[in-house]
């Protein structure tokens, strides 16, 4: 069975700390896609990045940067020098060919 | 990647009544998704809709409740039929982006709300 696990369900940081979110994920499939989501409080969902199972290296994107390791099926999302827009529930997915989503860390940021 | 209309964004409906979601996408897609995202919680699959076929629903969702139509390659609606309170959700479509393997985009959600 496929499964999505973020055991953080509320993370609140001060602004300009750095936070990372975990996701454990599990499946029996070799080619797989890992996927991180932000929703913001208007609901709509903004795709971050998508992940290949082959595909190991980490990968920074301006103040975020993810680190993947099959070895421990994890696909952690660090914000660095969080700020408040960064407020948001954050998803971890697990992607083949339908989408899994982890139950999803509610980020709180405060100035 | 592909850029997905949803429409309406909110709604507050009565019991008892049915609401159907719209989704345009600007381009032609070979499956589309319908999620549900209940108050605090994670996003579940609806079903799968492709064209030409009837959709596939997961476990849980029945096509009597949660009719599904998809006429061509850039449209599909979802029909949320006699609604009561716990019908409030987010619902989301979402379609598979051409040319690549697992690349999703999704609409921007409509937020019902059933009274």
């Known amino acids: 069975a496929q499964k999505v696990t973020q055991a953080q369900t509320e993370i609140s940081v001060v602004e300009k700390e750095d936070v990372t979110l975990d996701c454990v994920y599990e499946?029996?499939?070799?080619?797989?896609?890992l996927f991180w989501y932000k929703q913001p409080p208007s609901g709509e969902l903004v795709f971050l990045i998508r992940?290949?199972?082959?595909?190991?290296q980490n990968e920074i994107s301006g103040r975020y940067s993810w680190n993947f390791q099959k070895s421990t099926s994890s696909f952690n999302f660090t914000i660095t020098a969080s700020q408040v827009v960064d407020s948001a529930v954050y998803f971890c997915?697990?992607?083949?060919?339908?989408?899994?989503f982890g139950a999803g860390t509610r980020l709180f940021v405060k100035a | 990647s592909a850029v997905i209309s949803q429409k309406p964004s909110r709604d507050i409906c009565q019991r008892g009544t049915s609401l159907t979601i719209q989704c345009q996408v600007d381009?032609?897609?070979?499956?589309m998704f319908w999620y549900r995202q209940q108050p605090g919680q994670s996003l579940t699959l609806i079903a799968t809709?492709?064209?030409?076929?009837?959709?596939?629903?997961e476990s849980g969702f029945v096509i009597d409740k949660f009719p599904i139509s998809r006429p061509n390659l850039t449209f599909s609606t979802l029909t949320v039929s006699n609604m009561s309170p716990e019908d409030s959700s987010i619902y989301l479509c979402?379609?598979?982006?051409?040319?690549?393997?697992?690349?999703?985009?999704f609409g921007s959600g409509t937020r019902l709300t059933v009274v």
């Open positions: 809709a492709n064209q030409g076929s009837e959709a596939t629903y």
């Open positions: 992940r290949n199972s082959f595909d190991e």
């Open positions: 979402s379609a598979k982006n051409p040319g690549q393997t697992y690349g999703y985009t």
């Open positions: 381009s032609q897609v070979t499956m």
């Open positions: 499946t029996r499939d070799t080619t797989y896609y």
């Open positions: 997915a697990l992607g083949g060919f339908k989408t899994i």
